[in-house]
């Protein structure tokens, strides 16, 4: 693993602070098993979610949202945090499905303000948008 190509002002943060530089190649791969350890045991959650929903009758007329904060560097750039514009950094995902939502699969690579999310749901739920500052919906 390489360190930073340069220091972009935020090298002594604490997340680049957690594990030495060099990063070298045992430490980086349990850094990934622990990162892909915490996406399983998520994937296991919104799987809960979703076979509960089934259960019910309700996933037909349920808005599922999954998003998350953004990601990590994981030794991209030599970097170990999220403190920075790369790309891997600052995408975060965001999957919606149910009533008023486009067909299955379909995959829009649009930016999205994650601010605006809230009046967007109550718009597919029916609702108003809230008052000034809540973001603009679509």
């Given at each position: 693993m390489r360190s930073p190509a340069f220091d972009?002002?935020?090298l002594s943060?604490?997340?680049?602070?957690?594990?030495?530089?060099?990063?070298d190649s045992p430490t980086m791969t349990a850094e990934w098993r622990k990162y892909l350890g915490m996406v399983m045991h998520l994937d296991d959650a919104c799987g809960r979610v979703i076979a509960s929903l089934e259960r019910r009758a309700l996933l037909d007329e349920t808005i599922v949202v999954?998003?998350?904060?953004?990601?990590l560097a994981l030794g991209s750039h030599g970097l170990?945090?999220?403190q920075n514009m790369?790309?891997?950094?600052?995408?975060?995902?965001?999957i919606l499905a149910g009533p008023g939502i486009p067909p299955t699969g379909?995959?829009?690579?649009a930016a999205?303000?994650?601010h605006d999310l809230g009046?967007?749901?109550?718009?597919?739920a029916g609702g108003a948008a809230g008052g000034e500052g809540e973001g603009e919906g679509e």
């Open positions: 972009n002002g935020e943060i604490r997340d680049e602070q957690l594990i030495r530089t060099p990063r999954l998003t998350s904060d953004h990601g170990l945090g999220k790369y790309e891997h950094s600052v995408r975060v995902p965001l379909a995959r829009l690579e999205v303000y994650l009046p967007t749901l109550l718009r597919l």
